[in-house]
């Protein structure tokens, strides 16, 4: 028997004042679930603004997070960012 599972998945990405992706953020989860990538394409950049960096990370995260955990009953509803 075929058992078919669904996922919900996310992207999101912080960018430069002139546009310019500098890191991506992709979520992926399910049922029983959940991973996180953060993928780095500016290494300068986010060395250079890493508080604002972090708090869109954060932001991004604790999102996820609250839908997880709305929409799956994850236990993640409880992570805040910051």
């Excluded at 990405?13 to 959940?34: A, I, N, P, T, W």
């Excluded at 993928?39 to 708090?55: C, F, G, P, R, W």
């Amino acid at each position: 028997m075929v058992e078919i599972k669904e996922q919900t998945t996310l992207r999101a990405d912080v960018r430069d004042d002139g546009g310019s992706q500098k890191v991506m953020l992709h979520v992926s989860y399910g049922e029983k679930m959940m991973n996180l990538t953060v993928e780095v394409l500016d290494k300068a950049y986010v060395t250079q603004n890493v508080k604002n960096v972090a708090a869109d990370v954060a932001a991004f995260f604790e999102a996820v997070c609250r839908r997880a955990a709305d929409d799956c009953a994850l236990p993640t509803g409880s992570v805040k960012a910051g």
